[in-house]
């Protein structure tokens, strides 16, 4: 379990308060909380330990500045690709590709749709791990999350640019926004409608959004790989751009590996990033946290594993 080591704010004062003209009797330390607040037994808190990529996600300039960026980059990749029709984001696509309109694939969660605010709140309450699901889906059928900065101008540019042949940019939608049966209702899917609806709440309709959008389980192949819906994509459309905010979004297998192994991935695919494939900034959560494991004091400790370029991985 995740422990932090920062030290009492009776041990801080104590110490800065050596040589201090009267030295104050110490006081009590505060007895520990209680492993798990808010009934969670000995178990962390869902968002334990997130509160500064919280705030920087819904307070920083340096986070609008970063996605829009991006978004910025992507548009010109979009435009270079549109051009070129061997153009491919998609490793398993290969042959005769001009025949195929294009296509962007985008991830939703942290990508277009910023769910920081659900995150804000998990740690104001507390809430246990068991407790999440009940809390996700609430806030999907809530249909209320923001975009993230840049991505609905992105859509929006995308969806109005064309190829040599002028046909346009159709985007989809991969998301694990999980489909699962709610209480009262006999929609097999109803995070389908919600999702849509919040698009189109940002401007952000098609007269094929239905269509666009992909989740997990809805259909049985489509699992949390994504591989097998941008399969779905790549066999009527040149997917020209992939843009996410997990490394997961855009390989296979990397899901549960370790860092290391999640490094060597990055590399292989080294010439994609920042051309075809566009990475959006999330440091709340992600399998880059799984991939740590529950206790992060080694990680801390340990050499990083990421390096600059990618000649020794
Ligand atoms: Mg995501």
């Known amino acids: 379990m995740h422990r932090s080591r920062n030290p009492p704010a009776w041990l801080i004062f104590a110490v800065l308060?050596?040589?201090?003209?009267?030295?104050?009797?110490?006081?009590?330390?505060a007895p520990a909380p209680a492993p798990g607040r808010n009934g969670c037994g000995t178990a962390q808190t869902f968002a334990e330990g997130g509160e500064r990529a919280t705030l920087w996600v819904r307070t920083s300039a340096e986070f609008r500045a970063a996605s829009e960026a991006t978004y910025r980059a992507a548009l010109a990749a979009l435009e270079k690709g549109l051009a070129d029709p061997a153009?491919?984001?998609?490793?398993?696509?290969?042959?005769?590709?001009s025949a195929l309109p294009p296509a962007v694939?985008?991830?939703i969660d942290e990508t277009v749709l910023d769910n920081s605010e659900p995150q804000a709140r998990m740690l104001l309450d507390g809430t246990c791990f068991?407790?999440?699901?009940?809390?996700?889906?609430?806030?999907v059928a809530n249909r209320s999350a923001p975009a993230v900065p840049g991505a609905a101008e992105f859509i929006r540019a995308?969806?109005?640019m064309k190829d040599s042949r002028g046909r346009p940019v159709r985007v989809f939608f991969i998301t694990n926004r999980e489909c699962v049966s709610r209480a009262g209702s006999k929609d097999a899917c109803p995070q389908h409608a919600d999702s849509a609806a919040n698009l189109r709440l940002l401007g952000l309709d098609a007269p094929s959004l239905d269509e666009d959008l992909m989740l997990k389980g809805e259909r049985p192949e489509w699992e949390s790989e994504k591989l097998s819906r941008r399969r779905v994509v790549a066999r009527g459309h040149r997917i020209v751009l992939n843009i996410g905010d997990d490394l997961a979004d855009f390989l296979p297998d990397v899901r549960r590996a370790t860092p290391l192994a999640r490094e060597r991935a990055r590399c292989a695919a080294e010439a994609r990033w920042g051309r075809q494939w566009f990475v959006l900034p999330n440091p709340m959560y992600g399998s880059w946290l799984v991939a740590l494991g529950p206790d992060f004091e080694p990680a801390l400790a340990a050499e990083p594993q990421v390096k600059q370029g990618c000649q020794d991985p």
């Open 158 to 160: 995308a969806r109005a």
């Open 17 to 29: 308060c050596t040589g201090c003209a009267t030295q104050p009797k110490l006081p009590e330390p």
């Open 87 to 97: 153009w491919t984001a998609e490793p398993t696509q290969a042959d005769e590709l």
């Open 130 to 139: 068991e407790q999440f699901p009940v809390v996700w889906d609430a806030w």
């Open 105 to 107: 694939v985008m991830d």
